[in-house]
């Protein structure tokens, strides 16, 4: 990959087809049952959610440690498989902050947001080569890899961009209209992004209220939206000094199947008190989406697992399971872990349908 050099006319976009909109809740309910409960041990604090992604049935996550990073390769009963080391600098094959983590047959994909790239490394290791940001990609937040194909979101200048993998050059783009997400008391508008092979589309979830979903070809044409009613006692995401988001954060994560989409409730919530963000509870709960009918036709609830404080995300499902993660602290850690709570946990917990 080179640097990001060219600047294609931006595709422009007003307004989003709403037909797809679900105007009712999703009819059915259903409780999970956990087949396995383990911690990621040592998960890096900056950007947690980002930075553990499922891959070839193995989850991949970002260890960080006084030399630098360990990327992590375990199996889904939480063996260590392998792992390499990111050593801390600014040179090749360097890093100084984990912002996110994406895996395909290319490579390990792993973002800096202080350096302002993205590194790729092989399965074993080496490191390949590296895409710098600049004016055009914007600074990079959320990324999802297609075979040829890198589409962002940014906290800046692009709501949604496609970056040609092979050249860097960024090949399409939405401008963001309006405040960028550091704009203090400005609303916060971005979140992830993710690839759907089965159909194609590009999905963007926006992370705060309304509940919504945006969908896109591979071109960044709307194709429409999914929503859901979501409850009024849930807030706007709001930025404050720092920059810092707070405020009820919905879709931070997605998971897809050939028929459904799968994103949290609410992946977390926290209200400003004396200029620091303070968790809340909430119910750690998954809404799926069915795609032939644009809708939410089922949700899920956790066993054992009622209501907790901190980020909850869905990592990976299939046609037999989800896989999330779930991490805090507080009362709600005892529910996991009854005999020997730790006092912060990121907990991965397989569940079966």
Known sequence: MKHVLSLVIPILLTVFLGSSCIRRPPAGHVTLKPLHIWELEGLTNSNSPNCVTVYDNTIYYVRETPEGFLVRRMGLEGTLLSEFAIPLGKGPGEALHSMGLAIDQSGIYFCDLHLKRISRFDFEGRYQDCMDFGPESGIILYFALTESFIYTTTMDSVFLGKIDKASGRQTAFIRREGPTETKIGGTFTGGPVKYDPFNGEIYMGLAGKPYTILRFDKDLNPLGRLTYPLEKEFKPIRVYPGPRPAGDFTVLSMAVTREYLYA???????????????????????????????????????????????????????????IVLASGTGEWVSQLYPESPPEYTNTVLILSF
């Open 264 to 322: 949290p409730h609410i992946s977390a919530r926290y209200q400003m008190k004396d200029n620091r963000p303070k968790a809340l509870n909430f119910s750690p709960e998954i809404l799926r989406f069915n795609k032939e009918i644009s809708r939410a036709d089922q949700h899920f609830t956790i066993q054992g697992l009622k209501s907790m404080k901190g980020e909850f995300s869905v990592l990976y499902a299939d046609d037999s399971r989800l």
